[in-house]
């Protein structure tokens, strides 16, 4: 008997040690604390008492073929997406932080070297189906096997996931460093194994799959439209992630090939919501008698995000911009300060950062532990990345770019360029020539043209490509391309997505996010620095190093970004009193039953 007691004390003990250890929690934040505790209601910028009803159109520019956005294949509707649930959702007033919504509860060590999913048990597929853990450890597998290339490289830190009974998940992870992978897979929508066992995950299909969040497809028709109907008996609506969320009875998404059309449809009423990329459009493309009476509105809505960068990117993999010099030259022949005067308003900043807007935007000089992060790499980096802070060529804005050309001239002809008879040539006689990819009935067009007219200065022959919307998205997943326009997003907390833009191993994965086709030691070492930040200020320095690195790589052309959300909308909306650091939100507007009759009213008078 004293042997039996010893042996329970042991292990009481033993289970009082793993419990110190593993921590059950509602949600896990990046870094720090969460910012809502387990007894939460609801976000602060929603509404738990937003109505519900009413239907809502918005517009997409393009066209789709499929609604399996998880794959290499087929152009597909982004909005699908929107009818299938995951383990875990994002707080849009938090830098990262992921909350339960199929999940009811998580468990995980302080290392963060694997994580348990207990999932709800009422959370269930829109046929009555529970959602199990083998479904969860299906979906999983299956888009690590067969999704997007992407999602290879994501989830390439998690070692092994297992069903430990009907509803509990466990993750294991082959890097304990790694301390985002936990929210990764907090991200992981769950897919019905059973309703998939007869169909073919790798094939573009447009058959809506069986969904279990707050949305399903309720009508459409191939590159036209796509309705959303919000399902009354969804299983997660009243948790506090869920509260005041999609309002709208009905979400119709009309596409649209041509931007200049969507925007003539949307003063027509053709549909109700619609956010502004464009500044010209913006200032003074929605003059009219729906604005004038009141109708619809243009607001500028304040967003807080960590903006990215956007710019013409060059393809490295092409012979003529391996040199740095020459892509610093190119950067020297794009007036930015004319363009924002003369085509944007005066609407932009010069983006001059991969995380511009943010602590980990890297400014001045390196800091004490930038330079500890930096030194061991000193021979494989340019030596400017010590000695200067990086700004991106500056004009007076008149148009006269003659200074910027001379200093582009003098960088072409250090890397071996020369004009001849007026065209930039190598040392055998090859001229400089190059396409800018660039996707049809975009807005871009007009961007490139004078920036091609400034390059013909220096001798460079440039021009436009334009591809449809399918062959666009083929070219970019198969580097078929010498420049082209695209975004590097950037969050409050970037971990696993750098790997995708600038590893090494990701240079000649077909569909993955490595456009530059940069191959470097340093920078890969660099993003896993990232990736494997202990804390909030080791992220913030590992990221700003990072950065200044790729500030002086001169991958880019950088554009421009703004720090507003440019909304237009018919006036039938009500929405939270809180604005989220995310900006706009449409998930938590609602129509507004007294506004939205007397717009109809409004309207029936102008008939």
């Known amino acids: 008997m004293r042997l039996l007691a010893l042996l329970a004390t042991c292990l009481l003990l033993a289970s009082g040690a793993a419990t110190a250890e593993t921590r059950r929690a509602h949600g896990i934040a990046m870094h720090g604390d969460l910012k809502y505790g387990p007894d939460f209601r609801h976000f602060d910028y929603a509404d738990p008492a937003a109505p519900k009803g009413g239907e809502v159109r918005f517009h997409a520019v393009g066209t789709f073929d499929s ?23 994002s707080s849009a007033d938090e830098p990262f932080s992921k909350y339960c919504l ?114 399903r497809i309720d009508g459409f028709e191939a590159g036209r439209f796509v309705t959303l109907r919000r399902v009354p008996e969804y299983w997660g609506r009243d948790l506090p992630v869920r509260r005041g969320h999609n309002n709208f009875d009905v979400a119709r998404y009309d596409w649209y090939r041509d931007p ?9 009423g053709e549909y109700d ?30 967003e807080e995000r960590t903006n990215g ?19 610093e030259a190119l950067a020297y022949a794009f007036d930015f300060e004319w363009s924002n005067r003369q085509l944007f308003f005066g609407a932009y900043t ?55 050309l001379r200093i582009a001239t003098r960088l072409l002809r250090e890397a071996g360029w020369q004009v001849k008879d007026g065209v930039l040539v190598d040392g055998r006689g090859r001229p400089f020539r190059f396409d800018i990819l660039l996707s049809q009935g975009g807005l871009f067009e007009r961007i490139a043209l004078p920036y091609i007219e400034n390059l013909k200065r220096l001798g460079i022959q440039a021009q436009t490509r334009l591809a449809d919307t399918a062959q666009y998205q083929r070219r970019l997943e198969e580097f078929d391309f010498e420049m082209t326009v695209t975004v590097f997003g950037a969050s409050d907390s970037p971990g696993n997505e750098q790997r995708n833009y600038w590893s090494a191993a990701k240079a000649d994965v077909v569909g993955g996010g490595n456009l530059a086709g940069i191959r470097s030691e340093a920078i890969d070492r660099l993003v896993e620095g990232v990736i494997t930040a202990p804390d909030r200020q080791a992220l913030v320095t590992r990221t700003r190093a990072l950065d200044r690195v790729l500030q002086w790589s001169f991958l880019v052309v950088p554009h421009w970004h703004t720090r507003v959300d440019r909304v237009a909308y018919w006036d039938r909306f009500g929405r939270p009193a809180v604005t989220p650091r995310v900006g706009y939100l449409p998930s938590v507007w609602w129509v507004d039953a007294q506004k939205d009759g007397a717009l109809r009213e409004k309207r029936t008078q102008t008939r």
Request: proline share 7%; hydrophobic share 40%.
């Open 309 to 327: 960068m956007q710019g013409f990117v060059m393809n490295l993999r092409r012979e003529q911009f391996r040199d740095a010099r020459v892509r």
């Open 67 to 89: 609604f399996n956005s998880w794959i290499l294949g087929g152009v597909p509707a982004g909005v699908a997406a929107a009818t299938i649930d995951t383990l875990m959702v």
């Open 350 to 404: 010069r983006t001059r950062s991969f995380f511009d807007n943010s602590e980990l935007s890297a400014r001045g000089l390196p800091d004490a532990g930038e330079l500890a992060l930096l030194e061991p790499l000193r021979a494989q980096l340019p030596p400017r990345v010590f000695t200067e802070e990086y700004r991106p060529p500056v004009s007076d804005g008149s148009g006269n770019l003659r200074e910027n």
């Open 102 to 215: 199929i999940c009811e509860s998580v468990e995980l060590p302080e290392d963060r070297s694997w994580i348990v999913f207990n999932l709800r048990p009422e959370a269930r597929f829109h046929d009555g189906s529970p959602i199990t853990a083998e479904d969860v450890v299906w979906t999983f597998e299956t888009i690590r096997t067969k999704g997007h290339p992407f999602f290879r490289s994501y989830y390439g830190g998690v070692k092994s996931a297992e069903a430990l009974d009907p509803r509990r998940v466990r993750f294991a992870f082959s890097d304990a460093t790694n301390r985002e992978l936990p929210l990764i897979v907090g991200e992981l929508p769950v897919f019905s194994k059973t309703w998939w066992a007869t169909r073919d995950f790798s094939r573009p299909s447009l058959e809506p799959q069986l969904g279990s969040g707050p949305q």
């Open 260 to 268: 200049t059309v969507a925007l003539e449809a949307f003063k027509a």
């Open 273 to 302: 919501i619609r956010q502004e990329n464009q500044a010209l459009a913006w200032a003074t493309r929605y003059d009219g008698p729906g604005l004038e009476r009141g109708l619809y509105r243009k607001e500028e809505i304040a």
